[in-house]
C-alpha cells in the first residue's frame, strides 16, 4: 500500500506534465502568484510557532541552544539514531497493515516532529544570534529568532544542497538538540 503511494507520488508531475493542456501566461502567472503567497504563508507560520513554542518553553529553547553550543556533533548522532530507529520503526508498522499500526506509525511520526520543532527554536535561535553578531548592531531575541527561521527556511529550499544535506542535518540537530534539553532540564530550571 504505501509501496503503490510512494510510486504515485514519484510519478505524477509527469502524468501532469503530459494530461496537463497549454496554459497561457496569465494561468502561469496566477500559479507564481499563489505559489509565492503559500510559500509567504508557511514561512510565516513556521515562524509564529517557533515563537509561540519559545514563549510557551524558554527553558527548553534555551537547554537546546546551549547544547548545539556545546556538542553539536552529540545532537547530530541522537537525532540521527533516533530517526533512524523511530522512523524505520514507524516505515515497518505502515507496511504491515491497517488500523492499530498505522495509529501508532502516525504517533511515532508526530512525536519526531513535536520534539524537532522544540529543538528548532533554540537551532534558529542560535542562528539568529550568530546573524546578529554578524551585523553591526544586536537585535532582540524576537528579531533573532525571525531572522534565524527566515535564513533556515530559505537556505532550506535551496534546490539539491539545501532539501538533501542542510535542512535534515538541522532537523537532526534540532532534535538531538531538544533531547539533550530535556535531559539536562534540572540544571536550567535551576538557573533561574
Known amino acids: ?50 515563537l509561540v513554542l519559545t514563549g510557551l518553553l524558554p527553558h527548553i529553547s534555551r537547554g537546546s541552544r546551549a547544547a548545539l553550543t556545546r556538542s553539536p556533533r552529540r545532537a547530530f548522532l541522537i537525532g540521527l539514531v533516533n530517526y533512524l530507529f523511530l522512523g524505520g520503526i514507524s516505515l515497518v508498522l505502515t507496511e504491515i497493515g491497517e488500523g492499530l499500526t498505522d495509529v501508532i506509525a502516525l504517533l511515532l511520526l508526530l512525536f519526531l516532529a513535536a520534539v524537532t520543532a522544540l529543538g528548532l527554536t533554540g537551532t534558529v535561535a542560535l542562528l539568529g544570534q550568530r546573524l546578529s553578531e554578524l551585523g553591526s548592531r544586536t537585535a532582540s531575541p524576537a528579531k533573532q529568532l525571525l531572522w534565524g527561521t527566515l535564513a533556515f527556511v530559505l537556505a532550506g529550499v535551496f534546490p539539491v544542497l539545501g532539501w538533501f544535506l542542510l535542512a535534515p542535518t538541522l532537523l537532526l540537530l534540532s532534535f538531538g538538540s531538544a533531547v539533550l534539553a530535556w535531559r539536562n532540564r534540572k540544571a536550567l530550571w535551576d538557573e533561574e
Not at 497549454?22 to 514561512?43: H, Q, W, Y
Open 1 to 50: 500500500m504505501m509501496a503503490t503511494g510512494v510510486v504515485f507520488l514519484a510519478t505524477s508531475p509527469v502524468r501532469i506534465l503530459q494530461e496537463a493542456p497549454p496554459t497561457s501566461p496569465v494561468e502561469d502567472l496566477a500559479g507564481l502568484i499563489m505559489a509565492l503567497v503559500v510559500a509567504t504563508l508557511l514561512i510565516a507560520s513556521l515562524a509564529t510557532l517557533l
